[in-house]
């Protein structure tokens, strides 16, 4: 085995320990399949050698986001079967016909899938807004004005519409209950104060490589990183997708220093505080 197919290999493993960690066994067990294929020059080997992807970016995501854009699209369907995001049931263990499925995906698809690499992962995590709620809550009960909220690394902004989600406090919805998005169970030790009013006059972010959330194309992009055993991610997302298409935002194609610094010296007669949030980074 060369050097170089046998770092590819530890750095799928560290993939596939992280989807253990964080709640994918699905891919944690494909991931292990695909490391050993790389190791013995596969087709997994032949699609992700040469890639001059950016430090710290996640070959092993960037595959396997381009092999669920193709099981979303009804390309795979022999592959689907295991995918809960195509309707089918994730297996207990990965079995050489999971595997088997895949590996045929990435030899049938090869072209394609290294070209969707290229591609930085997007993620527009929808779950941090039970985290950031609380803190929008506290500046809207201690200032009294409207809310100014701004996002860098904003993806397709869902975030920017926390205010049109469900939080469950009490055996309570409040903020939105009429939501699709419905955080619930999800505050183990105290909760916000969300009884406040909480006015968002707009909603702006940026991006470097920004998404439009009410298209098809931006819809498909973000399910294909979001990992197809993780049922209430994919809930999530569509929920936020829904409240997008009738609550705007404005997400701009630009850098955070420069986008920030415009915002910090534009003129506002009318004083709103401004509440900054950041999405991770693509990898």
Same mark, same amino acid.
């Given at each position: ?37 790389? +190791? ?84 527009? +995590? ?61 505050? +183990? ?62 997400? +701009? ?31």
């Amino acid at each position: 085995m060369n050097e170089a197919r046998r770092a590819l290999g530890r750095r799928i493993r560290r993939q596939a320990d992280a989807c253990c960690r964080l709640g994918s066994p699905l891919y944690a067990r494909l991931l292990e399949q695909v490391a050993r294929d790389v +190791e013995t020059g596969g087709p997994s080997w032949k699609v992700l050698q040469g890639h001059d992807l950016p430090p710290g970016s996640s070959p092993a995501l960037r595959l396997m986001g381009a092999i669920h854009r193709i099981v979303l699209e009804g390309r795979a369907p022999g592959l689907a079967r295991y995918y809960p995001t195509a309707a089918g049931e994730a297996p207990a263990s990965v079995t050489d016909a999971a595997w088997g499925e895949l590996r045929a995906v990435i030899e049938k698809h090869s072209a394609e899938i290294r070209r969707r690499m290229r591609d930085p992962v997007q993620t527009n +995590e929808v779950g941090r807004a039970a985290a950031l709620v609380g803190g929008f809550a506290m500046v809207a009960a201690t200032t009294r004005l409207p809310l100014r909220v701004l996002e860098i690394g904003a993806s397709a902004g869902l975030n920017l519409r926390f205010d049109n989600f469900a939080y469950e406090i009490d055996g309570r919805l409040l903020v939105d209950p009429a939501s699709p998005v419905r955080f619930r169970g999800v505050y +183990e030790a105290g909760s916000p104060p969300l009884d406040v009013s909480m006015r968002v006059v707009e909603r702006q972010g940026c991006d470097i490589h920004p998404l439009d959330p009410t298209t098809e194309e931006a819809r498909l992009r973000l399910l294909s990183y979001v990992w197809p055993d993780q049922v209430e991610r994919v809930r999530m997302l569509e929920g936020a997708l829904e409240v997008a298409r009738r609550v705007p935002a404005d997400v +701009e194609k630009q850098s955070a220093a420069p986008w920030l610094r415009d915002r910090s010296h534009a003129k506002d007669a009318e004083p709103r505080p401004f509440c900054f949030t950041r999405s991770s980074p693509s990898t």
